[in-house]
């Protein structure tokens, strides 16, 4: 083999080594992992603006949404504008009511120290839902700065991008995000 044959396997072996690597992260980015930036207020103390998230779709496409994770979905009103991002606090088959501004999951009152109100969840008036099948309710943590289900009442699994896992910025809270 002269020396130009072998430049020429060698070019085509990195041009397909390249070819290779980008299939594979779009891959990985549309059916695996993805990432998101967090906007606006609505999960505070946990999450604040500008916090970057690595998004598990994976966990999700095998159900098993669990309470207390941070979910990123479209957004109910409109799915071409920015997904939100929410903490599931009940699951299908459950019931959830608001009374005195306490959360109730299946009549017990619902522990949540991690909320900016530490678990009060002011609303006008006193509120009932039944989560149906392929349905999860969804509360932000900064409940008096969030839209969550209280407005749009419980979202379809279907709209669920994925289950946030881990924050890569701030690097002063890089890790896995503790969810309960």
Request: proline letters at 3%; glycine letters at 4%.
């Given at each position: 083999?002269?020396?130009?044959?072998?430049?020429?396997?060698?070019?085509?072996?990195?041009?397909?080594?390249?070819?290779?690597?980008?299939?594979?992260a779009?891959?990985?980015?549309?059916?695996?992992?993805?990432?998101?930036?967090?906007?606006?207020?609505?999960?505070?103390?946990?999450?604040k603006?500008?916090?970057?998230?690595?998004?598990?779709?994976?966990?999700?496409?095998?159900?098993?949404?669990e309470?207390?994770?941070?979910?990123?979905?479209h957004?109910?009103y409109?799915?071409?504008?920015?997904?939100?991002?929410?903490?599931?606090?009940?699951?299908?088959?459950?019931?959830?009511?608001?009374i005195?501004?306490?959360v109730?999951?299946?009549?017990?009152?619902?522990?949540?120290?991690?909320?900016?109100?530490?678990?009060?969840?002011?609303?006008?008036?006193?509120?009932?839902?039944?989560?149906?099948?392929?349905?999860?309710?969804?509360?932000?943590?900064?409940?008096?700065?969030?839209?969550?289900?209280?407005?749009?009442?419980?979202?379809?699994?279907?709209?669920?991008?994925?289950?946030?896992?881990?924050?890569?910025?701030?690097?002063?809270?890089?890790?896995?995000?503790?969810i309960?």
């Amino acid at each position: 083999m002269n020396d130009n044959s072998r430049e020429k396997s060698e070019f085509l072996e990195w041009i397909f080594l390249i070819v290779l690597t980008l299939i594979l992260a779009v891959l990985i980015n549309t059916f695996i992992f993805s990432q998101t930036i967090v906007k606006g207020s609505s999960m505070e103390p946990t999450l604040k603006t500008n916090d970057r998230l690595l998004i598990n779709k994976i966990g999700f496409l095998v159900d098993n949404i669990e309470y207390g994770d941070i979910v990123e979905f479209h957004n109910p009103y409109n799915k071409n504008d920015d997904n939100y991002i929410k903490r599931v606090i009940a699951l299908e088959g459950d019931i959830v009511e608001i009374i005195e501004n306490r959360v109730y999951v299946n009549q017990n009152l619902l522990t949540e120290e991690y909320t900016s109100t530490n678990g009060e969840t002011k609303i006008e008036s006193e509120y009932y839902w039944e989560i149906k099948n392929d349905e999860v309710f969804v509360l932000g943590d900064n409940r008096p700065k969030s839209d969550d289900s209280r407005l749009f009442g419980p979202i379809k699994k279907d709209s669920i991008v994925g289950i946030a896992f881990f924050r890569f910025y701030p690097f002063n809270k890089f890790g896995n995000l503790n969810i309960n």
